[in-house]
């Protein structure tokens, strides 16, 4: 059983196209994430929804848009595709503890190409 | 604002040496440690965290880690590697504000470990 999904796997596409991203996750987990990894391998996080509601928002482009239609899924769109957006798009997830921190779960991640 | 410094980009050695990973952090707040590793075209594995009492913290695959507060410090350590942690190991960081854990995890730059025969 998989815990944290991502669709696709690769995606790739021209350079101003519009394309989205899919994560679910059945573990009950009430937090998900987006972190972005470039082609030197640095991870960064994007955004992060808690319940739905966007708590964590880097300083990411517009053309990115993360959307939580409910707790299991957050779905990324990113509107007219750069050629900078060429990475590795990992979503996680995790149940947003009180005063503990709670373990994040990756997904297996999506390879974008921009051409 | 938290920062992570992983001091080696790449680490090369031989099975069944020791080797030793090093990252140091900086915060102005308390924080969590964790070391993911990540094999080839997969996703990040959570290898050990520290969140608080012994600085010693032991994960998977045999592998340990020691939290230095003063040097600001979380090393990860295994006694014997095997080819099959050839793999990218990132260290990274929580921030944790009283009563609220918003999670966000600050990444290293990455060390790839090579295991050689």
């Known amino acids: 059983d998989t815990a944290v999904s991502q669709t696709p796997k690769y995606l790739v596409t021209q350079m101003g196209n519009d394309k989205s991203i899919k994560c679910e996750q059945n573990?009950?987990?009430?937090?998900m994430y987006w972190y972005k990894q470039d082609s030197k391998k640095f991870l960064k996080i994007m955004f992060s929804?808690?319940?739905?509601?966007?708590?964590i928002n880097e300083t990411v482009p517009n053309r990115f848009s993360p959307k939580s239609p409910d707790k299991a899924h957050l779905n990324l769109h990113i509107n007219s595709l750069e050629l900078g957006d060429s990475a590795v798009y990992f979503c996680?997830?995790?149940?947003?503890?009180?005063?503990?921190?709670?373990?994040?779960?990756f997904g297996p991640g999506t390879r974008l190409t921009v051409l | 604002a938290q920062s992570v410094t992983q001091l080696d980009s790449q680490v090369p050695v031989f099975e069944e040496a020791p080797v030793e990973l090093r990252c140091n952090y900086s915060?102005?707040?308390?924080?969590?440690l964790f070391w993911y590793v990540q094999y080839p075209n997969q996703g990040l594995q959570l290898l050990l965290k520290?969140?608080?009492?012994?600085?010693l913290v032991k994960g998977i695959n045999g592998f340990e880690a020691e939290f230095n507060k003063s040097q600001t410090s979380f090393h990860l350590r295994k006694p014997s590697v095997h080819i099959s942690d050839t793999a990218e190991y990132f260290c990274?960081?929580?921030?944790?504000?009283?009563?609220?854990?918003?999670?966000?995890?600050?990444f290293g730059q990455g060390t790839i470990l090579t295991v050689h025969p």
């Open positions: 990274a960081v929580s921030d944790f504000l009283y009563g609220t854990s918003y999670g966000k995890l600050t």
């Open positions: 573990l009950g987990h009430d937090t």
């Open positions: 996680a997830s995790s149940q947003k503890g009180g005063d503990s921190y709670n373990e994040q779960f």
């Open positions: 915060s102005s707040v308390s924080v969590y």
């Open positions: 929804y808690n319940n739905k509601e966007l708590i």
């Open positions: 520290y969140l608080s009492g012994s600085t």
